[in-house]
């Protein structure tokens, strides 16, 4: 099987890998999750608390800078075999550009949820002195975009809830399933895994996928 070509994809995944080699020596990982960390209290209250930090990622820059940070080995390769997986289809549909705003753009609506779920205190909710990182809120969008833009079965209607509706519903609440799963199951294994970013960065990408569509083919 010959995949196809996604120079956003691969140099998103060099990018993530690289920053992973480099993170390998601890104290260099430590410092940098305090400086681009997704940490909520940071997007409510300030940065006052980091005031002894040396260099800080701006507040409004963490979505995107805890996005290419991951809790070691495992985290990284697990995120990029899955963006290499599907992220490639999904840009050959949208075009890199449109790819590139899809997957930044659910980055920082996976950190939005992330952060309302904290500041709501949400179950299964990361506290809000405590980092988010993995870029797999934004890699989240793109299986949305994915699994809407391929679907492997024709959409049908609930009742009075048209087709295309009713699988976006559909979706949404099977990814809701499956995260709140693995949110039970995760602890117990010694895995933190931030749910709701990932909830938040699927719907992103569900709602996103059909207008950037059209966007790009606007003039066909």
């Given at each position: 099987?010959?995949?196809?070509?996604?120079?956003?994809?691969?140099?998103?995944?060099?990018?993530?890998?690289?920053?992973?080699?480099?993170?390998?020596?601890?104290?260099?990982?430590?410092?940098?999750?305090?400086?681009?960390?997704?940490?909520?209290?940071?997007?409510?209250?300030?940065?006052?608390?980091?005031?002894?930090?040396?260099?800080?990622?701006?507040?409004?820059?963490?979505?995107?800078?805890?996005?290419?940070?991951?809790?070691?080995?495992?985290?990284?390769?697990?995120?990029?075999?899955?963006?290499?997986?599907?992220?490639?289809?999904?840009?050959?549909?949208?075009g890199?550009?449109?790819?590139?705003?899809?997957?930044?753009?659910s980055?920082?609506?996976?950190?939005?949820?992330?952060?309302?779920?904290?500041?709501?205190?949400?179950?299964?909710?990361?506290?809000?002195?405590?980092?988010?990182?993995?870029?797999?809120?934004?890699?989240?969008?793109?299986?949305?975009?994915?699994?809407?833009?391929?679907?492997?079965?024709?959409?049908?209607?609930?009742?009075?809830?048209?087709?295309?509706?009713?699988?976006?519903?559909?979706?949404t609440?099977?990814?809701?399933?499956?995260?709140?799963?693995?949110?039970?199951?995760?602890?117990?294994?010694?895995?933190?895994?931030?749910?709701?970013?990932?909830m938040?960065?699927?719907?992103?990408?569900?709602?996103?996928?059909?207008?950037?569509?059209?966007?790009?083919?606007?003039?066909?």
């Amino acid at each position: 099987m010959q995949f196809p070509r996604g120079p956003v994809t691969n140099a998103l995944v060099v990018i993530n890998l690289v920053i992973a080699a480099i993170l390998l020596v601890p104290s260099w990982w430590q410092y940098a999750v305090i400086s681009g960390g997704l940490f909520p209290i940071r997007l409510s209250s300030g940065s006052a608390a980091f005031s002894d930090v040396g260099v800080l990622v701006p507040a409004f820059l963490t979505p995107l800078s805890a996005a290419f940070l991951h809790g070691g080995v495992a985290h990284v390769v697990m995120n990029m075999l899955m963006l290499l997986l599907i992220g490639k289809m999904v840009e050959r549909v949208l075009g890199s550009g449109l790819y590139l705003a899809l997957y930044i753009g659910s980055a920082y609506i996976a950190a939005a949820m992330e952060w309302l779920a904290s500041f709501m205190a949400w179950p299964m909710s990361v506290d809000m002195m405590a980092p988010a990182i993995g870029a797999s809120g934004a890699i989240s969008g793109v299986i949305g975009a994915y699994v809407l833009l391929f679907p492997n079965k024709k959409p049908k209607s609930w009742g009075p809830i048209s087709a295309e509706y009713a699988r976006l519903f559909h979706l949404t609440i099977a990814w809701a399933g499956l995260n709140l799963a693995l949110g039970f199951v995760g602890p117990s294994l010694g895995i933190a895994i931030a749910i709701w970013s990932h909830m938040g960065g699927f719907v992103a990408g569900l709602l996103l996928a059909r207008p950037l569509l059209l966007w790009r083919y606007r003039r066909a």
